[in-house]
Antibody
Framework: EVQLVQSGAEVKKPGESLKISCKGSGYFFTSYWIGWVRQMPEKGLEWMGIIYPGDSDTTYSPSFEGQVTISADKSISTAYLQWTSLKASDTAIYYC???????????WGQGTLVTVSS | QSVLTQPPSVSAAPGQRVTISCSGSSSDIGNNYVSWYQQLPGTAPKLLIFDNNKRPSGIPDRFSGSKSGTSATLGITGLQTGDEADYYCGTWNSSLSVGVFGGGTKLTVL
């Protein structure tokens, strides 16, 4: 069974750093792109970027370029989303997704709620 | 402001049919497949339709999709109260090499 299991909810202060994770199982992790999608409170879905764990090829949405870093460790079938300096506006649920084709996102993680508040 | 345009809300009675539209451009819908996602309250989105009109295993045939030009449509027949959710269309923007989504449509089954 294919699963994407994300790390737990985080509460951080503005300016702090954070790295959340997404562990894939039940399939060949290096054969599918893993994307990240943001959902701000009571808002819609926003594409952040995507990584191919096989060779770490990564692309970002222009809206998120330079704001976050997407990475992957294929040895443990895990993708990451990282911030160096969080802002209150980063408060959202972040989903990792498996991309089958452009743009078919067939499996979603359960979401990680990130709350940034002083 | 979302790249793809969806109506904010639609409603219909149980057993009825409803359609949800998704409008884009030649850079996205016009040259790429469209997928649809259902997000039940408090849960992660789930793939409902891919490649414009295909259903993943386990999705009932009450759900259908179509695409024409730069627009796509999700249809739901035999509405059930359990269909109350937010529905999102998604596709790829070939110019920017990014995924794009609609703003979401809230379905209310009266």
């Amino acid at each position: 069974e294919v699963q994407l299991v994300q790390s737990g909810a985080e509460v951080k202060k503005p300016g702090e750093s954070l790295k959340i994770s997404c562990k894939g199982s039940g399939y060949f992790f290096t054969s599918y792109w893993i994307g990240w999608v943001r959902q701000m409170p009571e808002k819609g879905l926003e594409w952040m970027g995507i990584i191919y764990p096989g060779d770490s090829d990564t692309t970002y949405s222009p809206s998120f370029e330079g704001q976050v870093t997407i990475s992957a460790d294929k040895s443990i079938s895990t993708a990451y989303l990282q911030w160096t300096s969080l802002k209150a506006s980063d408060t959202a649920i972040y989903y990792c997704v498996r991309r089958v084709t452009v743009l078919t996102l067939d499996y979603w993680g359960q979401g990680t709620l990130v709350t940034v508040s002083s | 402001q979302s790249v793809l345009t969806q109506p904010p809300s639609v409603s219909a009675a149980p057993g009825q049919r409803v359609t949800i539209s998704c409008s884009g451009s030649s850079s996205d819908i016009g040259n790429n497949y469209v997928s649809w996602y259902q997000q039940l309250p408090g849960t992660a989105p789930k793939l409902l339709i891919f490649d414009n009109n295909k259903r993943p295993s386990g999705i009932p045939d009450r759900f259908s999709g179509s695409k024409s030009g730069t627009s796509a449509t999700l249809g739901i027949t035999g509405l059930q109260t359990g269909d109350e959710a937010d529905y999102y269309c998604g596709t790829w923007n070939s110019s920017l090499s990014v995924g794009v989504f609609g703003g979401g449509t809230k379905l209310t089954v009266l």
